[in-house]
T-cell receptor
C-alpha cells in the first residue's frame, strides 16, 4: 500500500495563477482532509470530506475549493493564487470507524507551494 | 471549539537523557483522542503515540510515554533515552470521538526539539 500520496511535491506559482493539488489514498478511508502548515501556526484545516461527493469547510477555507468525486481522491484547488497561500499543504485520511484505528489520521508527504 | 496549546516553542535535551514536552487542551467533551505527531526535517507527519480519553492508563510506545491528566486537561510526552533521530518538531493534537464533521484534528503550534550529542 502506498498510503496517502500527494502531487506535486513542490510548485512555484505567480500571483493570480490557478492550480490543483491532488491527494490519493489506497486505504479505502471515508474521511479526507486538507491542512496547511505555516511557521509558528501548526497545521490548520482548510477543507475536509466525510465521504464521496461531500465536502465541508474547515478553519481557513477562503481562497480554496475542493472536490471529492472519487472516494480515493481529494482535490484542492486554488483559483487565483495569492502570496498569502505560500505554505506547505498536507492531505490526510482516516477511517469512519473511529473506535477501530479510525481515529488515527494518516498523512501524505506534503506539497510545498510558493506563490510569487 | 477545542483548542490545543503548546507553550514551549523550543526545547533541547542531551543524548540519552529524558525530556518532557508539554501540551494542554480545552474541550467541553468527555470522549476524545489525543495524539503526538513527530515531524522531522523531511516534513513527513509521523504518529508517535495516541491516548483515548476514556482510558485512565497512560499510553506507552517503547521510549515514548504520556502523562494524561484528564481533569487538568494536560497531555505531556516523555521521551526517554533520547536519540539524535528524535530531533524534530512535535505536535500535540486533539480529535473528538464523534465522527463526521467532528473527526478533524486540532493541532497545537508545535515544539522544536533538538538533541545534543
Amino acid at each position: 500500500n502506498a498510503g496517502v500520496t500527494q502531487t506535486p511535491k513542490f510548485r512555484v506559482l505567480k500571483t493570480g495563477q490557478s492550480m490543483t493539488l491532488l491527494c490519493a489514498q489506497d486505504m479505502n478511508h471515508e474521511y479526507m482532509y486538507w491542512y496547511r502548515q505555516d511557521p509558528g501556526m501548526g497545521l490548520r484545516l482548510i477543507h475536509y470530506s466525510v465521504g464521496e461527493g461531500t465536502t465541508a469547510k474547515g478553519e481557513v477555507p477562503d481562497g480554496y475549493n475542493v472536490s471529492r468525486l472519487k472516494k480515493q481522491n481529494f482535490l484542492l484547488g486554488l483559483e487565483s493564487a495569492a502570496p498569502s497561500q505560500t505554505s506547505v499543504y498536507f492531505c490526510a485520511s482516516s477511517d469512519r470507524q473511529a473506535r477501530v484505528m479510525g481515529e488515527t489520521q494518516y498523512f501524505g508527504p506534503g506539497t510545498r507551494l510558493l506563490v510569487l | 471549539a477545542q483548542t490545543v496549546t503548546q507553550s514551549q516553542p523550543e526545547m533541547s535535551v542531551q543524548e540519552a537523557e529524558t525530556v518532557t514536552l508539554s501540551c494542554t487542551y480545552d474541550t467541553s467533551e468527555s470522549d476524545y483522542y489525543l495524539f503526538w505527531y513527530k515531524q522531522p526535517p523531511s516534513r513527513q507527519m509521523i504518529l508517535v503515540i495516541r491516548q483515548e480519553a476514556y482510558k485512565q492508563q497512560n499510553a506507552t510506545e517503547n521510549r515514548f510515554s504520556v502523562n494524561f491528566q484528564k481533569a487538568a486537561k494536560s497531555f505531556s510526552l516523555k521521551i526517554s533515552d533520547s536519540q539524535l533521530g528524535d530531533a524534530a518538531m512535535y505536535f500535540c493534537a486533539y480529535r473528538s470521538a464523534q465522527g463526521g464533521a467532528n473527526s478533524k484534528l486540532t493541532f497545537g503550534k508545535g515544539i522544536t526539539l533538538s538533541v545534543r550529542p
